[in-house]
């Protein structure tokens, strides 16, 4: 099973840590492991390069862990108000369509939200 737990600060999505294999496939051919590591990917890619943020994250490779962590998301850590909008709300969405896999794939997903 994989737990990813959203980071959330008065009210705003700023990041998450994913642990653990789905276990829905064999290695190689889970395709719930493999969309969970494309939509990882974009969320980071975006941030980091399309919006220009702040990111500090973290993938290990041999355990699979995943931590992104963006700052910018948080309301009054970032200048530009737009980028903070931009970044809160890419997060918030991969929050909501985690959710809605969850539904599905509950036997092998789990989402949880830590206020901090």
């Not at 395709?31 to 939509?39: G, P, Q, W, Y």
């Not at 890619?45 to 948080?74: F, G, Q, R």
Request: with cysteine; hydrophobic share 40%; glycine share 8%.
């Amino acid at each position: 099973m994989t737990k990813i737990t959203f980071l959330r600060r008065n009210g705003a999505f700023w990041g998450f840590k994913e642990t653990g294999h789905t276990g829905f496939g064999e290695e190689g051919d889970d395709v719930l492991c493999a969309a969970l590591s494309a939509m990882t990917m974009l969320i980071l890619n975006t941030l980091e390069v399309a919006y220009e943020c702040s990111v500090d994250y973290i993938i290990d490779e041999k355990t699979t862990d995943i931590t992104v962590k963006c700052m910018s998301a948080i309301p009054g850590h970032e200048k530009d108000e737009k980028k903070q909008f931009a970044a809160e709300g890419l997060i918030r969405g991969y929050f909501y369509q985690i959710n809605d896999l969850t539904e599905e794939y509950f036997d092998y997903l789990d989402v949880d939200v830590i206020d901090q």
